[in-house]
């Protein structure tokens, strides 16, 4: 599946358009991580669709989520802004930045230069970088662009091999572990656990996908974990900002 979203990817990017500045105001991603609101840090997905799930939200509206995340107390939110494979759209991002006081991670699948620039562009504080995407030199190349052009990245990997490969060549500031292996779809938080040992002691760690309750939360946690990424689990229910103190065990009132 991989494979052939980054296919997609090529051609769109052949076509790209780099869209003009957006003047935003913007937020660390590292440091709303580095203090979040909770005992663990949370990036709250706006997702519309997925390839492994289908349609996850109909009558969706990207502001009204984003507004009841950060009600709800996420420290970040991630934006997908894929529109072939997850119905998402740069536009939504735009939106959202206008809107909301958080950091804003653009979540989409960045192999060339000209898309770190429009990520600047569109306004997003932070961009993922995924490792079983392209070659350790090459994501490097992109991390340090991203930088120069005020971006944080989230660089994300699923397997042991690719975060050994990375390292080798530099360390991330933001390491992520999807659990979700992007070849297959099979996911098991208990990737987590396993990279964790890995990851360097200064950088944090984001454990992503398939994370839905309160006991996955802990395990996470208990894993190393300083933050976690989770999209469907709270796209699926009707209030975002009541489905996050759900996934903390908050009461409703509590907060
Ligand atoms: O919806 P979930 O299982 O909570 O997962 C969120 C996020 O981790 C997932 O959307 C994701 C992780 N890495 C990606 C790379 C591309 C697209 C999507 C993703």
């Not at 759209?89 to 804003?104: A, E, G, M, S």
């Amino acid at each position: 599946m991989l494979k052939q979203i980054l296919q997609t990817k090529q051609e769109e990017i052949s076509q790209l358009v780099v869209p003009e500045q957006q003047i935003t105001e913007h937020y660390s991603l590292y440091e709303a991580l580095s203090k979040p609101n909770r005992t663990l840090g949370l990036i709250a997905e706006v997702k519309r669709a997925s390839p492994s799930k289908g349609m996850i939200k109909e009558n969706f509206n990207h502001l009204e989520i984003a507004q009841s995340y950060e009600q709800g107390g996420a420290d970040a939110l991630s934006v997908l802004t894929d529109e072939q494979y997850f119905k998402g759209h740069r536009n939504f991002l735009i939106d959202i930045k206008k809107q909301i006081q958080l950091p804003v991670l653009r979540k989409d699948f960045i192999i060339d230069p000209i898309q770190v620039t429009e990520s600047a562009r569109i306004g997003a504080d932070a961009i993922l970088l995924i490792g079983e995407a392209m070659e350790p030199s090459k994501l490097y190349e992109l991390y340090k662009q991203a930088y120069e052009e005020g971006l944080e990245c989230l660089v994300e990997v699923h397997a042991k091999e690719t975060l050994e490969s990375i390292l080798n060549v530099f360390t991330p500031a933001i390491i992520g572990v999807n659990n979700r292996d992007l070849h297959t779809f099979t996911t098991s938080i208990e990737q987590t656990k396993e990279i964790a040992q890995f990851v360097p002691k200064d950088s944090l760690l984001v454990s992503e996908s398939g994370i839905g309750s309160y006991e996955d939360i802990h395990y996470v946690k208990q894993s190393g974990a300083h933050g976690v990424l989770v999209g469907e689990s709270l796209m699926r229910q009707d209030s975002q900002k009541a489905a996050i103190q759900k996934l903390f065990g908050e009461s409703a009132h509590a907060r």
